[in-house]
């Protein structure tokens, strides 16, 4: 008996890492791209307004206004994508996206960039919660905090390599006498179309498909991810919609989000103000980029680490939880803190405790979803949350245009992230929730 129980176990294990190495690698280079896609406008502004004439709200504007188109067609994408394939979709996605940011370095006024990063959000609408069910078909709920938090370590990581590359191409690539920030959208719009190619040869749609397992394998893998849908209540595709659980996970997401995009956006400028009262001179944009990768490496490092945590002891509550409050009093702090080194170490503090959250919270709301309502369910978390990166850059700029200072848009977002900690503290565990 015990040769059998430990014969099971080595079979677990070796399915288990054979699927993360074959599937992850992939999916973090993907999303580091679509991460630095979406926020690489933060570091564009650092000469793109003064180019263009657009001032701080405007800005704010243009960048929120990518998750209107987001949010209109997350819901349709990831219905699409389930019936179509992740494969097929999730190539499509990432093609169209990659054409509208070449297309961006084309921009003449604000106009032409509202409209660009409109069509932005409708092409790239999908591809997260489309990833976050893809992981759903691979992964049972007790390795998938771990899966979420490896994939979801590409937003730290896209940071980590594009602040430094996209503000050294603005500094130094000058071209045909095209402004940098121009050729910063040329250039890392292309990958996004080579992976978009790259994808139909790489991903398989689901386990029963994958060749590259062994059978025994293969046929493992089927039974726990069927054993574990039939332990979850059943339910139609469209109950997601009248859940109140989704919705409660939608606006602990969207409070959340409003932190993660009005850092992600604003931040460059905001270090920029910080290193130019530091050294009481003018910085070059490579060394803002050089200086924004520091909270960065600590996001990234915490999330992982916390991510682990949460899998080992098999807690999602508290670990979704606590890390919010950690991005609150951080931000709090950064806008109240006199000294700018002070307020650089507390921006770096809220960037470790919003990354933490996202692993442990993914696996925490799935954890509520039947297999059949999870791609209705994951996109209604995602898109309703995502309206939060409409929200957060707007109001901190509309905030800086009012006050002429920084302090009050981090103070709105510390508010945020304090409402998303109190709505996490309220999720009901015992009545719902399927694993422990």
């Known amino acids: 008996m015990a040769t059998s129980t430990g014969r099971r176990d080595d079979l677990e294990r070796t399915t288990v890492r054979k699927v993360s190495r074959r599937i992850l690698p992939f999916l973090f280079v993907l999303y580091i791209i679509a991460y630095l896609d979406r926020v690489n406008l933060g570091y564009a502004a650092l000469e793109m307004n003064a180019d263009l004439g657009i001032a701080a709200e405007a800005f704010g504007l243009a960048a929120g206004i990518f998750f209107i188109g987001y949010f209109l067609f997350e819901v349709p994408s990831n219905v699409l994508l389930h019936r179509l394939g992740a494969r097929v979709w999730i ?160 606006l602990i997401y969207f409070t959340l989000v409003i932190g993660l995009y009005g850092i992600g956006f604003w931040l460059p400028t905001i270090t920029k103000g910080i290193a130019e009262v530091m050294a009481k001179a003018q910085v070059s944009n490579t060394t803002v980029g050089l200086i924004v990768v520091v909270p960065y490496v600590f996001g990234g490092a915490a999330m992982l680490l916390w991510s682990r945590r949460s899998d080992r002891l098999g807690e999602r509550k508290w670990h979704t ?33 919003i990354y933490s959250f996202f692993g442990p919270f993914w696996s925490f709301a799935n954890q509520f979803l039947s297999a059949e309502a999870a791609p209705v369910g994951i996109a209604v978390i995602n898109s309703i949350g995502n309206l939060g990166g409409f929200v957060g850059p707007y109001a901190v700029g509309y905030l800086k245009t009012l006050t002429g200072a920084n302090a009050a848009g981090l103070y709105f977002l510390s508010a945020s992230l304090a409402v998303s900690f109190i709505l996490v503290t309220l999720v009901r565990v015992k009545a719902r929730q399927a694993v422990v």
């Open 91 to 250: 190539a499509r996605i990432l093609i169209s996206w990659g054409l509208v940011v070449i297309a961006t370095a084309w921009v003449a006024n604000t106009w032409q960039l509202y409209a660009l990063r409109f069509l932005l959000g409708l092409a790239e609408a999908g591809f997260f919660p489309g990833i976050i069910l893809y992981l759903t078909y691979w992964f049972r709920d007790r390795d998938r905090a771990r899966a979420v938090a490896l994939f979801m370590s590409a937003l730290p990581v896209s940071n980590i390599i594009g602040a430094p590359v996209s503000t050294w191409i603005i500094d130094h690539v000058h071209w045909f006498g095209w402004a940098g920030w121009r050729w910063m959208f040329i250039l890392e719009g292309i990958p996004a179309v080579v992976l978009g190619l790259m994808t139909l040869q790489v991903l398989t749609d689901r386990p029963e498909q994958a060749d590259w397992l062994a059978a025994e394998e293969k046929a493992w893998l089927v039974g726990a991810l069927r054993e574990e849908a039939a332990a979850k209540p059943p339910a139609s595709t469209w109950t997601a919609f009248r859940d109140g659980t989704v919705w409660h996970f939608s």
């Open 321 to 353: 939880a606590l890390p919010a409050l950690v991005g609150a009093v951080g931000l709090f702090f950064s806008g109240f803190w006199p000294e700018p080194f002070g307020a650089l170490v507390m921006l770096t503090v809220a960037t470790v405790g």
